[in-house]
Nanobody, 124 residues
Framework: QVQLVESGGGLVQAGGSLRLSCAAS????????MGWFRQAPGKEREFVAA????????YYADHVKGRFTISRDNAKNTVYLQMNSLKPEDTAVYYC?????????????????WGQGTQVTVSS
């Protein structure tokens, strides 16, 4: 089992940047595929980005491609989401998730562990 704690959310103006972190504890972090998801009020949770166990491959939703970067530091048991050129429509609670497998997926239902979320608000 793994516990996930997100941090780094906040209020930022459109065009600004934020870096989210997700610290993991418990089982070996490097054994998990990691993902970031977000949920805006009244909307379903949606995929943002994912990274495989070795950090050799990354995957992005089309609406963040070119603006967001996912990375991980297995030595620090942490996954990051660098968010640049933020837009008001990026406003949401952002969650990190872990999947106990080598297969990366964008399907939220296939992730095994979730953090509590961190709020990101982008003002226009």
């Amino acid at each position: 089992q793994v516990q996930l704690v997100e941090s780094g959310g906040g209020l930022v103006q459109a065009g600004g940047s934020l870096r989210l972190s997700c610290a993991a504890s418990g089982r070996t972090f490097s054994g998990y595929v990691m993902g970031w998801f977000r949920q805006a009020p009244g909307k379903e949770r949606e995929f943002v980005a994912a990274i495989n166990r070795s950090a050799g491959n990354t995957y992005y939703a089309d609406h963040v491609k070119g603006r967001f970067t996912i990375s991980r530091d297995n030595a620090k048991n942490t996954v990051y989401l660098q968010m640049n050129s933020l837009k008001p429509e990026d406003t949401a609670v952002y969650y990190c998730a872990a999947r106990d497998t080598s297969i990366v997926t964008s399907e939220a239902g296939k992730y095994d562990y979730w953090g509590q979320g961190t709020q990101v608000t982008v003002s226009s």
